[in-house]
């Protein structure tokens, strides 16, 4: 079969009709599976042979969405996992260890922020922030004790972009792994493997889903890191907490998400529910179609705030004059999503009646969702951050982040019109 198209593999990559004729993958709720014999319990332990053993490592609903996913991204292996952060903290977990370092871009989600100043910095990792729009200042941070680069592909709220060749590049000569954070652009958009990225991590709660009725998480290896590179003992040594493999070694060309599976998933935990693999691979199948309308509406919408009076700035890649215009331009062909943020000429007393008085768009912290949702982030996403971290990560009290939904367009904009009064 020739190369098919994204749009065909989001419809039915990974599921081939079996004797019951049933056009949709099944939902599997089993939390163990039947050996055949003593045999083939050892060869599935000893990763000897395919199977399942335990849903907390494998479930074959799970599976059709790693297939999914993996297939999405071009990557060489895929886990989904019980949320986009536990995707994030167990990416960490499979590479550093207490003394180990991090870098990371500055501008990202309030969540993601918090873990890795506070709750990696409790486990002996440090991670340290860098500007996104500086390369240099990702490779002045470089040390002997570094383990990854990490980036969103598009920051959220503040949309500031990355330049993903030049951070490749910089991961490349260090000998360390770039991991981008793919959830607000989703592989429709954009697919950070083509510009060099390692490793890619989705909520998939969020745009893949796009119903806002599941959690999870995902993370893909890319298979483009050699481990073998001196950095990384842990993948080179043979592991005493599974049969002594040797990940770089027995799986060269999938090693880091094997590792990730049968180490880390296995001891902190956070698997995927089947139930939510299953949900989120209808919403899938509309990823290309949703996108679409997604951008659609957020262009129109971005050109009624500029002109309206009330409204102080729009911060959009493509808005004229916005400093990573020319970035979004090089890397983002289709578009940059439909996240963006505003700022209200009242502040914040305008901000908090503006959210308070729209009816149809929905005032909660999630995104990616089918309806348009807005948020007020220095008082929810990144309530928790100190006045300087808001500064860091350009979070003003006047700053309204707002993920369009795929309603009617001309319905969204009434709608804050009406709140705007």
Known sequence: MTKQHIETLAVSYGFEIDETGSSNPPLYLSNAYKFNDAKH??????????????????????????????????????????????????????????????????????????????????????????????????????????KAIFVESISNPGCEIPDFEQLSKIAKKHKIPFIVDNTCMTPYLFKPKDFGADIIIHSTTKFLSGHAAVMGGSVTDCGTFD?????????????????????????????????????????????QSPFNSYLTLQGIQTLHVRMDRHLENTLKLIDYLKNNPKIAWVKYPL?????????????????????????????????????????????????????TIVTHPASTTHSQLTKEEKQKTAIGDDLIRISVGIENIDDIIADLEKALI
Not at 83 to 98: K, N, R, Y
Not at 238 to 247: A, C, E, G, K
């Open 41 to 146: 319990a050892k060869d599935l332990f000893d990763l000897k042979a395919p199977g399942y053993i335990y849903t907390r490592l494998n479930n074959p609903t799970n599976n059709f969405l790693e297939e999914r996913i993996n297939a999405l991204e071009g990557g060489a292996g895929t886990l989904v996992t019980a949320s986009g952060h536990s995707a994030e903290f167990m990416t960490i977990c499979a590479l550093a260890e207490t003394g180990d370092e991090i870098i990371s871009s500055n501008a990202l989600y309030g969540g993601t922020f918090n873990m890795f100043s506070h709750s990696l910095r409790r486990l002996g990792i440090k991670v340290k922030f860098a500007d996104v729009s500086n390369p240099a200042e990702f490779e002045n941070l470089v040390t002997d004790k570094t």
């Open 227 to 271: 481990w073998t590179s001196g950095r990384f003992p842990s993948f080179c040594n043979p592991d005493p907490s599974y049969h002594n493999i040797v990940y770089a070694k027995d799986f060269a060309q999938n090693a880091f998400i094997v590792k990730l599976r049968t180490q880390v998933l296995r001891d902190i935990g956070a698997c």
């Open 319 to 371: 808005v004229e004059g916005n400093p990573f215009k020319q970035t979004a331009e090089k890397y983002f062909k289709k578009g940059c999503g439909s996240l963006f943020s505003f700022g209200l000429k009242g502040g914040y007393e305008a901000g908090k009646k503006l959210i308070e008085n729209v009816t149809l768009c929905l005032h909660a912290t999630n995104l990616g969702d089918v309806r």
